[in-house]
């Protein structure tokens, strides 16, 4: 199949690159925004299931006139004292100045004596952000006016202000995530042209890639929009940049493999369409498994609970999907039109490096298989056992710089109430039949909301429009969005307001603190069904590749111990050497999408190269050796180019970039130097013929199966 794709592709170099080019402005042109499907609101996401999401849509239902966001105006005197009557009174002056201004997309302006802390430390202004969706660029624009307006009114009072709430930490925060991510676009084009530039000396070689994967990820685009479009995804925002990331890694991954196999093709004599014709039959195999598994991997996330996970699935299959065929077409047609100069300056390539490190250690781990495989193993069990510690953190806003106006308003505001002020607990009351609630449920009801487990402070019931909901908001003892804040809604509030309920009534419990304790629940629940399943499927995949039973075992069991060790290098620094509280919670997925899925690159990459060396009639420590010499350098370069660009995150500013960046970084280099350099070349030769067990996948095929095509004419195929 790969041999008849081979010479179509090569004999049809222009017909092949007309096509993709057309097909690329149709696909651009006629299909919508990749934004028309995304959306930032967490809540979205959870089944309805979930007792957050029954909140709120019972919010939506009982009080329509709520704001879709909050911003929290805090004051204090500017020599630290308590407010006087006379500051609070000014407070009250100032909420309605800037209620009389009317600024767009806000509503409210809220204040009074109860909400002046109990010390007279501050008084809030709670400021309701009104628009379609919570992730409205119009809301930022809100602060920004609300921000520039409070100033002049407290000039000359002795009072200052500050805005606290998500959306005020967003604008603090917006140009270092954007400086973040653009410093990452840049490193990994920087990382993928240099490195490239080093392995081939050639600026054509190393520009390849990024000017195909630029056209790849408008294709792309283009396709996921119009999937979210026909099947009603609904995607997070940051899926650009995880596109982005995903494209250049297993796209840079699977051009390197065809390169590295091309070149070593023009070594051994093969005119430049000849050579193009083997390394699609040799590595076309290679690459469409890899791609097959990593594709698997991802729908499988059509399994979460979590609509964020589900919905993220398909898009990165579809991009993977898209890479794939591009490998296979785009790239086999513009390098075989460009021959020996896609090396061009150097001559390099005209020589068969001698004595290289990649030589020395395929000698080495063909030498001594167990002793490598044990000292790897061990390494990977070691740094796996930091796992068993792992803490999902749920706090962003303790990651970003405590130095911004939001952020020191927000510790303003929780030094003078209850510490979970900023983000309350939302208790709704409502009866079973549709019947009005009495005002004795609901004062009974609130008044034992307030000795509920945890609650620091319970503030007035509010009744809605709707004579059968109620809603009492519930200031907790702790953080909002710490562990312990989640464990006591998830485990012990949750419990205690719903017993608490008066007869013939039902309490249902949202806010932000509850909808985190459903996230968790549903991470939980998707990681126990996502990696089993993944690893089945993946090890189905190899088995096809391989014909055997054996092999697949055990390089499923290096992928999942690799994805342990991951977690744990990664709990070891940031919950041990620097004392953090927990590793941010989207990590474990991170890390299945770039760890687990995209690693497993490299091992296939590197179990086919050793069962070719096989075939070729070498016995098990010298295909090791042999496979580890030819297929090292590309496993390498691909596994250094992925994780600096992961590394650059660790230079951002924000807590869970620095760990996102540090975790997929540390996992790549695991996945390319440990387990496929290493632990599984090792074990491979340990194990023998029997990993190729029940088949005879180290058997030299009948025909000569890696023969090469018939050359092409003399006048063809001169380059």
């Known amino acids: 199949m790969f041999e008849r794709l081979g010479r179509f592709v090569v004999r049809r170099a222009w017909w092949v690159i007309a096509g993709w080019v057309l097909a690329a402005i149709a696909i651009v042109v006629t299909t919508p925004s990749l934004s028309d499907i995304t959306s930032a609101d967490q809540g979205s996401f959870l089944p309805r299931s979930y007792e957050s999401v029954q909140a709120i849509e019972l919010a939506k239902k009982a009080f329509p006139q709520q704001a879709t966001a909050t911003a929290t105006i805090v004051v204090k005197r500017a020599d630290g004292q308590p407010l006087t009557p006379a500051d609070e009174a ?106 490239i530039l080093i392995i081939f000396r050639s600026p054509i070689a190393a520009l390849l890639p990024v000017l195909v994967i630029g056209v790849v990820m408008a294709v792309t685009s283009g396709l996921v929009a119009a999937a979210g479009k026909a099947f009603d995804l609904n995607v997070s925002q940051d899926l650009q940049t995880v596109l982005l990331i995903v494209l250049f890694g297993i796209g840079t991954d699977y051009i390197l493999f065809l390169l590295f196999r091309y070149r070593e093709r023009l070594r051994a004599g093969d005119d430049k369409r000849t050579a193009m014709m083997v390394s699609v039959e040799r590595v076309g195999e290679v690459i469409t498994s890899a791609a097959g598994a990593v594709i698997v991997a991802f729908l499988v996330l059509l399994l979460a609970s979590l609509g964020f996970f589900g919905s993220l699935g398909p898009a990165l299959a579809i991009a993977v999907g898209v890479m794939l065929v591009t490998s296979l077409t785009l790239i086999p047609a513009v390098v075989s039109l460009l021959g020996r100069y896609v090396f061009w300056p150097s001559k390099a390539w005209q020589r068969t490096p001698k004595a290289t490190m990649a030589r020395r250690l395929g000698t080495a781990i063909g030498r001594r298989p167990a002793l490598v495989a044990a000292a790897s193993g061990a390494l990977l069990v070691a740094l796996a056992a930091g796992s068993l510690a792992y803490k999902a953190d749920y706090d962003f806003s303790s990651g970003f710089p405590q130095d911004t106006e939001s952020a020191k308003a927000a510790a303003d505001l929780q030094r003078g109430f209850a510490a979970g002020a900023l983000a309350p607990t939302e208790v709704y009351l409502t009866t079973d039949n549709e019947l009005p609630l009495t005002e004795q449920q609901v004062s009974d009801f609130a008044a034992a909301a307030a000795g509920a487990p945890g609650v620091g402070r319970a503030q007035p019931p509010e009744r809605s429009n709707d004579p059968s909901v109620a809603r009492v908001n519930l200031l907790l003892d702790e953080n909002p969005v710490s562990n312990e804040a989640i464990t006591l809604v998830r485990d012990d509030l949750r419990d205690a307001l719903h017993a608490a309920a008066p007869p013939g009534t039902r309490a249902v419990v949202g806010g932000p603190t509850a909808i985190f304790a459903d996230i968790n629940s549903a991470n939980n629940r998707d990681l126990s069904v996502i990696l089993p399943v993944a690893a089945g499927l993946i090890a189905l995949i190899l088995a096809l590749l391989l014909r055997s039973l054996v092999a697949p075992i055990y390089l499923v069991i290096a992928v999942l111990l690799n994805f342990a060790a991951t977690l744990g290098a990664t709990v070891y620094l940031f919950q041990g050497l620097q004392d953090k509280p927990g590793i941010t919670f989207q990590l474990p997925i991170i890390l299945y999408l770039f760890v687990v899925a995209i690693g497993t690159d490299y091992n296939i990459l590197m179990i086919a190269r050793l069962r070719e060396e096989a075939r070729e009639g070498n016995e098990p420590h010298e295909a090791a050796a042999i496979g580890v010499e030819h297929a090292g350098p590309t496993v390498a370069a691909a596994g250094l180019i992925l994780a600096g660009t992961f590394g650059v995150l660790m230079l951002a500013p924000i807590s869970f970039l620095q760990q996102m960046g540090f975790a997929v970084a540390i996992g790549i280099v695991l996945s390319a130097f440990v387990m496929s350099m290493f632990f599984v070349p090792a074990l491979t030769a340990l194990i023998g013929h029997k990993a190729w067990w029940p088949g005879h996948g180290d058997e030299r095929p009948a025909r000569g199966r890696h023969a090469s095509p018939e050359p092409e004419p003399a006048s063809a195929a001169k380059a």
């Open 90 to 195: 000014k407070v009250g002056q100032l909420a309605q100045s800037l209620k009389a201004k009317n600024i767009a997309h806000t509503s409210g302006y809220l204040t009074g004596p109860q909400a002046v802390a109990p010390d007279k430390s501050v008084q809030v202004v709670n400021v309701g952000l009104d628009a379609v969706t919570p992730d409205d660029p119009a809301l930022l624009d809100a602060v920004r006016d609300l921000r520039a307006a409070i100033g002049p009114e407290l000039a000359g009072s002795g009072l200052t202000a500050g805005v606290a709430g998500d959306v005020a930490s967003f604008v603090d925060n917006e140009d270092t995530f954007n400086q973040a991510f653009a410093v990452v676009g840049i490193a990994t084009i920087i990382l993928i042209i240099g490195l």
